[in-house]
Every structure is written in structure tokens, then in C-alpha cells.
């Protein structure tokens, strides 16, 4: 399975920017997605996550009311909006797949990784 994430980008405090991340393999639909972050000196987090029907989504505290988790199983791809952006959201984000039903927070459930995309908010 390989991941490719884009659409990142550096943009001003409150702006919007819409991430994408395409799915190589087939069945994906049986995938949970997730996002993940990471900033230099600081260990990856989790961002948001999405079951493979897209009914079930998850999201840190953080992001809520701000980031949107969504898919489109007909061309294997996952999105993450991301509104209202904060300086404190600058990272690299990462989007991988769990070949499982269940929505996690968990990195080490994920099996496949995507090579990430910069995101940069300005103050």
C-alpha cells in the first residue's frame, strides 16, 4: 500500500488549507484513515481519523470544530480540511492506514504511512 499526501502549504492565522491523501491498493474501503502530525523535537500525534464507510470519525481536542475528516471510497482518498488554522498547527502531517473496523488515536495500530506534507501557519 502506498500513501501520498498533498495540498499542504504555508498560510496565515485563521486561513484554510485542505489536505488529500491517495490510497494505492484495493479494498480500500476496509481501511480506517488517519492523520497525524509531527514538529521537529516532538513525538507524532494524532490528528483525526475516519472508518472505512466514513460513519465514524475521531478527532483530538485540539482540532475539534476546526478540521473536518472526510473520504471518497470511489477514488480511494481521504481528506483533511482544516479551518481557522493556528500557528500551533504548523507540522508535517501524515496520513495512514489501519487495514481494521475500528476508529483509533493509536499510532502503532496503523500499518501504512504516507511520506507526509508541510503545513505552515503564520502568526
Known amino acids: 500500500v502506498q500513501l501520498q499526501a498533498s495540498g499542504g502549504g504555508l498560510v496565515q492565522a485563521g486561513a484554510s488549507l485542505r489536505l488529500s491523501c491517495a490510497h494505492s491498493a484495493p479494498l480500500f474501503s476496509r481501511y480506517t484513515m488517519g492523520w497525524f502530525r509531527q514538529t521537529p523535537g516532538k513525538a507524532r500525534e494524532f490528528v483525526a481519523a475516519i472508518s472505512g464507510s466514513g460513519g465514524r470519525t475521531l478527532y483530538q481536542d485540539s482540532v475539534k470544530g476546526r478540521f473536518t475528516v472526510s473520504r471518497d471510497n470511489s477514488r480511494k482518498s481521504v481528506s483533511l480540511q482544516m479551518n481557522n488554522l493556528k500557528p500551533e498547527d504548523t507540522a508535517i502531517y501524515y496520513c495512514?492506514?489501519?487495514?481494521?473496523?475500528?476508529?483509533?488515536?493509536?499510532?502503532?495500530?496503523?500499518?501504512?504511512w504516507g511520506q507526509g506534507t508541510q503545513v505552515t501557519v503564520s502568526s
Open positions: 495512514a492506514a489501519d487495514f481494521s473496523v475500528d476508529v483509533t488515536d493509536k499510532m502503532w495500530e496503523y500499518d501504512y
